[in-house]
């Protein structure tokens, strides 16, 4: 026990109060997957207020769902999966020892993760322009509910009244309060991989020791999931307008 | 209990201990020590308990009329709310877990440290931010929504400074949440050879089951905190009704925290008594699994019975059966816990030390608390006391009455040990009984207050509620006092009192195998463990005539 304390020691990422390094890797990853189920409960509030919300203003809920662009989002899900792709790949990297490689995907994954931002943004600008931001000068004007009522009549849903502005703007409210956090969680990630890229080059990881860049994977990957819920939930609910009798 | 050898009884100035093992302020606040991280809390606590003790103390002389002649209504709402506020997110959830807690489990489970030492120091950073960002709001006007923070009127109506005190919950939040994430991950993988799950002492158990609520628990709250940030910066409506939102939907999220958060306010309590009822009737804790399982089902239970909170609120009738039937279910393990330790008082040898006296303070409080609990889980008795006195007197007997019983219980039990001096037994047990005394008076006319009909959070009342209220007023001023003089004689004790040696009151856990205070990594070697828990020899038990 002492021993393999002694001969663990001389690794430099070896903390002293664990026993064997193995032991301190398992610590850390139990630790890393505790915080994910934290995140998972912390976006858990926001959906439910969703669900919720979502089953008491059908009709509004799918007016304000109409207006967002279906496929910007649509690029940025593919933009996200991507960019989950490329960061396995960096694990996958790391965990075989091949420097430059590792660094090139997490430089990918970075610049993946930018891209959807970028996308995001574009988005948000248009829902400014449009002034469908909760607030004084939220307007959803007859355009919009003309738009609603040729897609629910395509449709051949019952469901085309009962749209309420306050209702539209709660969706709007959720849609900037959902995105807006997950956005957040990907400029958090963006700095992570940044500090990575940059250890990795200097040459910190190797088979041995890397467990960061796997951390860093397992929180990327959450941060894509969510959003693989996001985009069906905000962008897609329209779709179901015809469904309901 | 296991093969390392206490070392053997030496000058505490001589030997190197986590005390004097570095000096000087910055060696204490870039600690990564769990010990001295500790004693951070223990003194940060104490300043936001004498802070919340404070309100305290105006609430009660307010109430010592009938007229609302002391300060204004407005003052008033503004005092009550941080009373809350101080007292539950900054004392009542963190008391046990960050000073006992954090200075134990490392020790219990024969560890160097816990898991994640920076993690544990920036909890430390995070709660100090929170109290901060709380104390901000009150210096700069206060706030006046009660510490629920209940919607619309915290969102839209209330004009003062609840976003800098919600930020500050919500920081001092996340210190909870990875206070609670570096208990589970340490009892997990960093248990000493030996220490199965079923050799852990009860005091791990319990903490363990309070860690996993902070954990699921939490991050709700914060969100939810965030959403009323959002609602009342940006006016975007998710809770106020005029937008569309729903602030019953509010209380659900809320609640869904805050009922929880009572357990992680008395798991790591019982979890205190299991050591101490232990320890003094020199016998194992009776059915040792079923009070280790009780901490888990009572996390689990706590889980759901939010809507209890919400009986009068709006929610569905049916909801709220469905609510009454699971808050009964949570008396079933608490009752558990409590059977059991009489049990194992029954033929052991009790002796009347303090922390023992602390631990019936807490079985006596508990069980009324416990009880009164069962009255307002029913539905019908719940609509006519809610928001009276009687539900004041309820949640103060058991979160308060809890943890400071087993919070001054676990102080004194493990004094010798974090100080390495021993305490005046005389004025310790003169603390235990006049905080006892103090804290009966105090809260037990308030359920008949309530009973007869007082609401709460009113700064005046009609005249036939004064005799009460003068008594309670009069129980506060001498629990005050009780509270106060551990203060002085545990200050005394750190310079003139005597030595205390490894292990003073001759009790079982890995903690009292090493030196007093301990060295900084705990143990000389790391112990290897081939005995149960509370492994106390029959010699030891005195024989009963007849």
């Known amino acids: 026990m002492q021993d393999s304390h002694a001969a663990a020691a001389h690794h430099p990422a070896f903390q002293h109060h664990f026993e064997t390094m193995e032991q301190q890797r398992e610590a850390s990853t139990l630790g890393m997957w505790l915080f994910l189920i934290t995140e998972i409960l912390f976006f858990g509030g926001m959906f439910t207020v969703y669900l919720v919300y979502r089953n008491w203003y059908f009709a ?6 109409l207006t967002l662009d279906l496929t910007l989002g649509a690029f940025n899900t593919v933009v996200l999966i991507g960019s989950s792709l490329t960061m396995a790949l960096a694990v996958h990297s790391a965990e075989t020892g091949q420097r430059n490689l590792l660094v090139a995907f997490l430089l990918l994954t970075i610049l993946l993760g930018a891209t959807f931002l970028g996308v995001k943004a574009v988005e948000y600008s248009h829902k400014f322009e449009e002034h469908h931001v909760p607030g004084p000068s939220f307007r959803f004007g007859s355009e919009e509910l003309r738009h609603f009522h040729e897609e629910a009549t395509a449709l051949r849903s019952t469901q085309i009244h ?8 709660l969706f709007f409210s959720l849609y900037f309060a959902m995105t807006g956090m997950h956005a957040l969680h990907m400029v958090i990630g963006i700095g992570v991989l940044s500090v990575l890229a940059w250890k990795s080059r200097r040459g910190v990881y190797s088979p041995e020791y890397f467990a960061p860049v796997e951390y860093a994977g397992l929180y990327w990957h959450f941060v894509d999931i969510v959003w693989i819920f996001l985009f069906p939930l905000l962008y897609l609910i329209t779709r179901h307008v015809g469904v309901h009798p | ?20 093992a570095d000096y000087g302020i910055r060696s204490w606040l870039f600690t990564t020590d769990h010990k001295r991280i500790a004693l951070l809390y223990l003194f940060s606590i104490t300043f936001f308990f004498a802070l919340g003790g404070l309100f305290a103390v105006l609430i009660r002389l307010e109430l010592l009329t009938p007229a609302g002649d002391l300060m204004t209504s407005d003052t008033y709402n503004k005092v009550f709310t941080m009373h809350g506020i101080m007292m539950v997110f900054f004392f009542l959830i963190p008391s046990v877990p960050a000073t006992l807690g954090n200075f134990l489990i490392p020790m219990m489970i024969g560890a160097r440290d816990l898991a994640f030492p920076k993690l544990n ?15 901000y709001s009150v210096v700069t006007g206060g706030i006046d929504t ?30 909870s949440i990875f206070t609670g994430l570096n208990f589970i991950v340490t009892v997990h993988r960093m248990r000493a050879p030996g220490l199965t799950w079923f050799r852990l002492p009860l005091f791990v158990w319990a903490n363990y089951a309070a860690s996993l609520i902070m954990v699921l628990g939490t991050p709700v709250l914060a969100i939810t905190i965030i959403l ?15 937008l569309g939102g729903d602030p019953i939907l509010f209380q659900h999220l809320f609640w869904f925290y805050s009922h929880p958060a009572v357990y992680i306010m008395i798991l790591p309590s019982m979890g205190v008594m299991s050591e101490l009822i232990s320890a003094f009737s020199r016998k194992r804790v009776f059915g040792y699994s079923f009070v280790a399982f009780s901490s888990v089902a009572i996390a689990v239970f706590g889980f759901l019975v939010w809507g209890h909170h919400m009986f009068v609120s709006g929610q569905s009738v049916y909801a709220a059966m469905v609510f009454s039937i699971l808050s009964y279910l949570v008396a079933i393990p608490s009752a558990v816990k409590v059977f059991n330790w009489t049990a194992t008082l029954y033929k052991g040898s009790v002796s009347y030390q303090t922390p023992m006296l602390y631990a019936f303070g807490f079985l006596g409080l508990f069980t009324i608390g416990g009880l009164t609990g069962l009255f307002l889980a029913a539905l019908g008795v719940d609509v006519h006391v809610t928001d009276t006195y009687f539900v004041v007197a309820h949640f103060h007997y058991i979160m308060v009455g809890g943890v400071i019983m087993g919070y001054l219980g676990g102080l004194h039990f493990w004094w010798p040990k974090i100080t390495g001096r021993l305490y005046p037994e005389g004025w310790a047990k003169l603390s235990a009984l006049v905080v006892f005394l103090g804290f009966n008076l105090t809260f037990f006319p308030q359920f008949v207050l309530g009973y007869l009909g007082m609401p709460r959070r ?17 129980g506060a001023s001498i629990l005050g006092v009780g509270y106060l003089l551990p203060l002085f004689y545990l200050l005394w004790s750190m310079r003139y009192g005597p030595e205390a040696g490894p292990n003073p009151f001759d009790a079982r856990g890995l903690e009292w195998q090493t030196a007093s205070p301990p060295p900084t990594h705990n143990f000389e070697q790391v112990p290897i463990v081939q005995e149960e828990a509370y492994a106390y020899h029959a010699a030891q038990e005195v024989p009963v005539a007849g």
Do not use: C
């Open chain 2, 458 to 474: 009113y700064h005046a009342y009609p005249e036939e509620f004064q005799v009460l209220n003068v008594m309670s007023s009069a």
């Open chain 2, 146 to 175: 009660g510490w629920t923070f209940y919607t619309p009127f915290s969102t839209t109506y209330s004009n003062t400074k609840v976003i800098p005190a919600a930020l500050g919950i919500l920081i001092a939040g996340f210190s």
């Open chain 2, 1 to 20: 209990m296991s093969t390392a050898v206490a070392t053997a009884p030496e000058s505490i100035h001589r030997r190197r201990h986590y005390l004097n």
């Open chain 1, 162 to 169: 009962g749209v309420e502005l306050g209702e539209v703007q």
């Open chain 2, 228 to 242: 009323v940030f959002l609602e009342r910066a940006f006016h975007i409506g998710i809770f106020d009704p005029r």
């Open chain 1, 60 to 65: 509004s809920f799918a007016a304000g769902s």
């Open chain 2, 121 to 135: 120091l920036a909890s430390w950073y995070l709660f100090m931010a929170g109290g901060v960002f709380a104390l």
